[in-house]
């Protein structure tokens, strides 16, 4: 009775235990559009680890209430709390700019070089997030690699005659070229991009300084 008693209360601990564990499928992707590869997953309370493949996809298996823990080289570590009811995630990673970074992410096959490159000289509004900034120039503040926003002025590092910071960029909206940026709005705003160097050329002189190119929602 004895041996008994204990299978079945070892039984019902098992039980238990598998009912808590589950398979949580996700997604890895940086700037809200790109997938990441080989980018580890570690499940706190499961302890286990999972690597996203091609598309950034993952699966992991994790505990009740566990949290999933990524720390990939170049990117801002990130922790993600796994509730009882939750089968799958989304995750978007943000990319820590630098010339290093980019030589990892790119190296250890995260991304691409081109989608990199893209992706932080570019913005756009895919999910209505741009209109909780009060101002164009809070939305752009911090948000795209090389570029300074002090005040209502905007400066791209890397154009060819922005030395010291001394001329702000060129402002071009829907093709237009414009003084000043104070009357968009960030809900009318469709997506931004950074342009410098070469890319900058069709502006002539103008663009020297870079240009940031803004697009508007129809």
Not at 112 to 139: A, Q
Request: net charge neutral; with cysteine; hydrophobic share 40%.
């Amino acid at each position: 009775m004895k041996i008994t008693a204990l299978s079945a209360i070892m039984l019902i601990i098992a039980t238990s235990v598998s009912s808590q564990t589950r398979v949580v499928h996700g997604s890895l992707t940086v700037f809200d559009t790109y997938p990441l590869k080989n980018i580890e997953v570690y499940s706190k309370k499961a302890g286990a680890t999972a690597l996203s493949d091609s598309l950034g996809q993952f699966s992991i298996v994790c505990l009740e209430k566990d949290v999933l823990k990524l720390n990939p080289l170049a990117f801002k570590p990130l922790r993600k709390k796994v509730d009882a009811g939750t089968d799958s995630v989304r995750i978007n990673l943000q990319f820590i700019d630098s010339e290093e970074n980019r030589q990892i992410a790119v190296g250890y096959d995260h991304i691409s070089e081109k989608d990199l490159s893209f992706g932080v000289s570019h913005m756009e509004n895919n999910r209505d997030d741009f209109c909780s900034y009060t101002n164009i120039y809070d939305l752009i503040r911090g948000q795209l690699s090389g570029v300074t926003v002090q005040g209502k002025n905007i400066y791209v590092r890397g154009g060819t005659n922005s030395f010291s910071l001394s001329t702000t960029a060129l402002y071009v909206v829907d093709g237009q070229t414009t003084n000043n940026l104070d009357w968009v709005q960030p809900c009318q705003v469709k997506s931004i991009d950074v342009l410098k160097d070469g890319n900058a050329a069709v502006y002539g002189s103008r663009g020297g300084n870079g240009v940031i190119l803004i697009e508007l929602v129809n």
